[in-house]
């Protein structure tokens, strides 16, 4: 039974919208209708064409990471416990409150009662559902095990929203603090400075160095500091642009591996990413080239993810995993050595897990570290800004003392 969407007004005049199920939009009609509401708008979730996009931009938007864990978790659990495919989603779809999430559902059970596999129907929804997710499903339902596989995709969601989180929290005071000290600086030197400076104008005094310097400074900001943030703001906008182009994107990330320190730092979170990726895919039953392909289009760096793309064309040549990924120069040693171990011993998936902990540990540690070394810092360089300001203020002051005293 196909769902629809519907936008239908109520008796107070109110629009409301929603999903309901049923053979066609006439009958959803009805039903609408029956419930004293007046339909002005009723839509099919209809099978999008070439699994590319949908055809309800309700659902294009798609949900957030941790939604998708909650109801991947959800249906683990039920799945688990004995349900089969369509009860796991319509208990899902009763425990859920949020109307996007509800919607999609209501669709992906549609396709199951129409005979479709789970992994076909998440298919329809590529904005919601990524690659890994999908193909890892497909995976489990083959080998039987879906029950295992969503249980394991439901703790990947969950660690990597946890990371993200841990990564936000640490950057966000930072960024707060950086922002209040730079605007801190700006009001102090267009607005307080120039108020205390007309104090010396109109005395015939020869100030010093530092005091011209912050004059100047003073002057500057105020004469062309709207210009400069207009241009700052411009250039990020021309930044960003370009970054929608492949070329300039690839570019740019190239160049970022060759920075020292943040290309350490790309380098362990593209590894660790792509790591614990292939490692559900691996042990879900996908086979190596797939996991690697699927595994490359969740790196972030496109320099990277190509390198995995060559070693994937090296491997179906006949090359070992380890060496097809050592010969770009874009892994760590430690995750490469981890690979060959894997490959050697029949434990790959194992020592895949192992890699993406360590990527990701060292990389958390290096956040904290960098992050706990910024603030002192950042604190340490705007006292000595408004020590300057204060300095460059006093220092006529003392002048004029000592010529009054004289």
């Not at 320099?303 to 090296?314: E, F, H, S, T």
């Amino acid at each position: 039974m196909p769902a629809f969407e519907y936008s239908a007004l109520n008796v107070q005049g109110k629009t409301e919208k929603g999903v309901l199920e049923g053979d066609s939009a006439r009958q959803v009609s009805q039903k609408l209708k029956t419930q004293s509401l007046v339909p002005f708008e009723i839509s099919e979730i209809n099978r999008q064409k070439n699994k590319k996009s949908t055809n309800v931009p309700f659902i294009k938007r798609g949900i957030s990471t941790p939604q998708l864990a909650i109801l991947t978790r959800q249906l683990a659990t039920m799945i688990r416990s004995g349900s089969p495919v369509e009860g796991a989603l319509t208990a899902v779809i009763q425990q859920n409150n949020k109307p996007r999430v509800k919607t999609i559902l209501m669709a992906i059970r549609s396709r199951v009662r129409e005979g479709y596999s789970l992994a076909s129907a998440l298919d329809e929804f590529p904005h919601v559902f990524p690659d890994l997710y999908r193909a890892t499903v497909s995976s489990g339902e083959q080998a039987g095990k879906l029950d295992f596989v969503l249980g394991r995709m439901a703790d990947h969601v969950e660690h990597s929203q946890a990371l993200k989180s841990k990564i936000m929290l640490a950057m966000v005071y930072p960024l707060v603090l950086t922002f209040v000290a730079m605007l801190v600086t700006v009001v102090l030197l267009t607005y307080v400075v120039p108020k205390v400076i007309q104090v010396f104008e109109d005395i015939d005094q020869t100030l010093p160095g530092v005091t011209l310097f912050l004059i100047a400074l003073s002057d500057f900001l105020r004469n062309f500091g709207f210009y400069i943030a207009i241009v700052i703001m411009v250039a990020a906008f021309v930044f960003n642009i370009l970054l929608r182009k492949e070329t300039f994107k690839y570019g740019w990330h190239t160049f970022m591996l060759r920075i020292p320190g943040i290309s350490h730092m790309v380098k362990g979170m593209n590894t660790a990413i792509f790591a614990r990726t292939f490692s559900i895919l691996a042990g879900s039953g996908v086979t190596a080239l797939e996991a690697m392909k699927i595994s490359a289009s969740v790196m972030g760096n496109l320099r990277m993810k190509k390198a995995v793309l060559d070693a994937v064309d090296r491997v179906r040549e006949g090359a070992a995993i380890s060496p097809a990924l050592e010969k770009s120069n874009c892994f760590p040693p430690m995750t490469i050595y981890l690979i060959a171990s894997g490959e050697t011993s029949g434990n790959l998936v194992e020592m895949l897990e192992h890699a993406a902990n360590s990527q990701e540990k060292e990389f958390e540690t290096i956040t904290s570290t960098i992050m706990g070394l910024f603030e002192p810092l950042l604190i340490v360089v705007m006292g000595a800004v408004v020590l300057f300001i204060v300095v460059a203020i006093l220092l006529p002051i003392f002048q004029l003392n000592q010529l009054v005293g004289a």
